[in-house]
């Protein structure tokens, strides 16, 4: 087999394969935040909270009332998002009238409170989530061993992304959310129930999170904090991407997932730090985001 | 509130006539007898804490056209808005079809059947021109079909994929009419919809108010341009600091026009 500056081949696709999955995850979290803050203009930082609720939520149906995994993928993230619906009846839509700091103090105090009740009822140690038996083994390509739980996972957020481009570009229903986005009063005013589509958009939003906290759970350890982690560096790809961008938040995810994986092949020291030098950088060249429009 | 003067293109008459005198005599005069379709009584409307209405009445016949002229500032846009229930406050009675829709919000008063095309023409960029055409649902049967509204205005068929923002002015504001004609609505509010655009353009878009009349819908039209009203509408509502101060049959227009030069300040 080839060697690349060094790195046996194995080393490098099995950390680009990490950054593909790690992409994965920022794709289908920023893509929820973009759809979001399309709408409702709110920087929802419940959405790690949010994730991690998706992962607590297939924990729970299988320690609780054994419904496996294949069935968790489809019920926890309508749930989940049933829960964000609430949310936004009860208390985001009373902001709406306010500037985004309300807003994002509102959504970051959720945070904090939901965090930190499932840290107080579940402890911060992780509980484990065993992958389902199609997930487990894998397939050797040659030049690398593909795990099934990894290639599940691609594939999965990679479906999500392109669906939520396709409804949102494509549909009736796409075009009424695009144009409530740019001018509700209008849209109010031809007779469609915007209150409504906000509500459902970010139910919709949030459902997302869900589906990534799914996923995540047979991978990463169940865990309170699995957010918060996560969620700082999913905020800057969405910075990177251009806020309320579409097509821009989903590939930015993944580019940036391949990058830090590549990073942490070449210079492991800075894996941690590529995506906010990245999002420096972007900021400096084009402070509305790679596929932002400037406002 | 504070508003600074436009600047018009077409504050003066449009050279030769924008359609023929058979073409308006054909036209039904329809008398202040025939039915309300809308009536607005002593209606208040504020823009966050200015009030800028101070009770505006009129009201418009079923098929009738009629205008609100009046200067900037007067409260002639905001009379359609608060029509149509997009100010923030309004109060007082605007009754359509006999219901009063003054506690309703917008989109309830839309499904009834009234449309508003907004002076800005809010055409959306994020949809292509197809998708604006078709973004206002059907609120009630009997609304033009696509190819009608092709058949008034040709340009746009040949546009429908681009980006809704890269048509012409004179484009875009055809494009915000022909998608409200498609809903079915009865009752068109059109907020200047000449404004800015180049005479034959104009005269297009009389022409097609006038057939829009033809079909029998019933029409608002905020104006500055009174030489484009007279051709088109039945009667002239003169608005001034958010009341309406006097009211002008469109037959009487001849005799009263040195009064309505004093009102509109021409």
């Known amino acids: 087999m080839f060697e690349l500056l060094g790195i046996p081949p194995q080393v490098l696709f099995g950390q680009l394969l990490l950054g593909l999955i790690n992409g994965s995850f920022y794709a289908v979290l920023s893509l929820g935040l973009a759809v979001i803050f399309g709408l409702l203009n709110i920087i929802n930082f419940t959405h790690g909270a949010q994730y991690m609720l998706g992962a607590f939520g297939a924990w729970m149906l299988l320690n609780y009332l054994g419904v496996g995994y294949w069935w968790a993928v489809f019920i926890v993230p309508p749930i989940v998002g049933v829960t964000g619906i609430v949310l936004e009846r009860v208390m985001i839509r009373r902001l709406y009238h306010l500037d985004h700091l309300y807003g994002l103090l509102l959504t970051f105090g959720l945070a904090l409170i939901i965090v930190g009740f499932f840290r107080q009822f579940f402890g911060v140690s992780g509980l484990p989530y065993p992958p389902p038996p199609l997930l487990t083994g894998g397939y050797n390509l040659g030049f690398m061993y593909l795990p099934n739980s990894r290639a599940w996972v691609i594939v999965a957020s990679l479906i999500v992304c392109l669906a939520t481009w396709f409804i949102i570009e494509k549909t009736r229903l796409g075009a009424y959310l695009r144009a409530a986005t740019e001018n509700p009063t209008m849209v109010g005013a031809f007779g469609i129930n915007v209150p409504l589509l906000v509500t459902l958009t970010y139910g919709f939003g949030v459902a997302l999170a869900g589906f990534a906290g799914v996923l995540a759970a047979p991978i990463y350890a169940v865990n309170p904090n699995m957010g918060a982690d996560l969620i700082i560096v999913v905020f800057a790809v969405v910075v990177i991407g251009g806020m309320g961008s579409i097509l821009g938040s989903i590939l930015t995810g993944f580019g940036l997932g391949l990058i830090e994986g590549l990073t942490r092949v070449f210079y492991p020291e800075g894996s941690a730090v590529v995506i906010f030098v990245i999002m420096a950088l972007v900021l400096l060249v084009k402070p509305a985001g790679l596929f932002g429009r400037s406002v | ?266």
């Open chain 2, 1 to 266: 509130m504070l508003r600074f003067p436009k600047i018009r293109a077409l504050s003066k008459p449009i050279s030769g006539p924008a359609m023929s005198e058979v073409e308006l005599a054909s036209r039904p005069a329809a008398g202040p007898s025939a039915r309300p379709l809308l009536r607005v009584d002593g209606l208040q409307g504020w823009y966050g804490e200015s009030h800028v209405l101070h009770g505006v009445s009129f009201e418009v016949g079923e098929g009738e056209v009629v205008t609100l002229l009046g200067r900037n500032g007067a409260g002639k846009t905001t009379t359609l808005k608060a029509v149509m229930g997009i100010l923030s406050r309004r109060s007082g009675s605007v009754t359509y079809d006999g219901r009063e829709t003054i506690k309703l919000p917008s989109r309830l008063i839309a499904q009834m059947g009234i449309a508003y095309c907004p002076e800005e023409r809010a055409i959306f960029s994020s949809l292509s021109v197809e998708e604006n055409l078709m973004l206002p649902p059907q609120v009630r049967p009997g609304g033009l079909t696509v190819e009608q509204i092709f058949e008034l205005f040709p340009n746009l068929k040949e546009r429908l994929s681009s980006q809704g923002t890269k048509l012409s002015g004179g484009e875009q504001q055809m494009l915000a009419i022909g998608r409200i004609l498609r809903t079915g609505a009865k009752l068109l509010l059109l907020d200047e919809p000449t404004e800015g655009l180049a005479p034959v353009i104009v005269q297009q878009i009389g022409r097609t108010i006038a057939r829009l009349k033809d079909e029998g819908f019933t029409i608002v039209l905020v104006e500055q341009n009174f030489h484009f009203a007279a051709l088109v509408a039945d009667r002239h509502y003169v608005v001034e600091q958010g009341r309406v101060i006097d009211t002008i049959p469109n037959r009487e227009l001849d005799a009263n026009i040195d009064k309505l030069h004093a009102y509109l300040g021409v």
